[in-house]
């Protein structure tokens, strides 16, 4: 057994607890996904499916973070996926914004009150700001660049 964490360690500790957290919260919004296809029934359209592949990648950054240390590289891959889902959503949210006549606003199931793509729009945007937060927060990032 080791004893406490000391000062220096102490935002690596943290970093990678938030890296942790984030893809157990992009495993539970993937989760819920597919309980709609699957359960639900509602099967995802291609501009979902992409958002999908976007919040894996957001992951992989994170789970990269865990396996081989905290890199400003790992979080780019993030941030890279981040900012392609969140492009994705918009996209999604813009195109059924403004609906044929006739037709409802939106589409599919809404949680909470929102659609499941603005969701994932809110999810893109807040995982952009958290990886940015970390990044200035310096510490959190090992110095070693191999």
């Keep these: 057994m080791t004893g406490p964490v000391s000062l ?3 935002p690596i500790v943290v970093a990678r607890v938030l890296n942790a957290l984030a893809i157990l919260g992009v495993v539970a919004v993937l989760g819920s996904s597919l309980y709609y296809q699957f359960v639900v029934g509602d099967h ?3 501009l979902c499916q992409l ?12 789970a990269m973070n865990l ?9 780019a891959v993030s941030i890279m996926f981040a900012v392609s ?3 994705a959503s918009l996209r999604h949210i813009l195109i059924n914004a403004c ?3 006739g037709e409802p606003a939106g589409f599919g199931p809404a949680v909470f009150g929102l659609h499941t793509y603005t969701w994932a729009y809110t999810v ?6 958290a990886i940015a937060a970390v ?3 310096s510490a959190g990032v090992s110095d070693d660049d191999e």
């Design 8 to 10: 220096t360690q102490r």
């Design 44 to 46: 995802p359209c291609k």
């Design 51 to 62: 958002q999908r592949v976007c919040m894996i990648g957001v992951t992989l950054g994170a």
């Design 67 to 75: 396996m081989l240390g905290m890199r400003v590289r790992h979080y």
């Design 85 to 87: 889902g969140a492009l």
């Design 99 to 101: 609906p044929y006549p």
């Design 124 to 129: 893109f945007g807040v995982g952009i700001f």
């Design 135 to 137: 990044l200035m927060w």
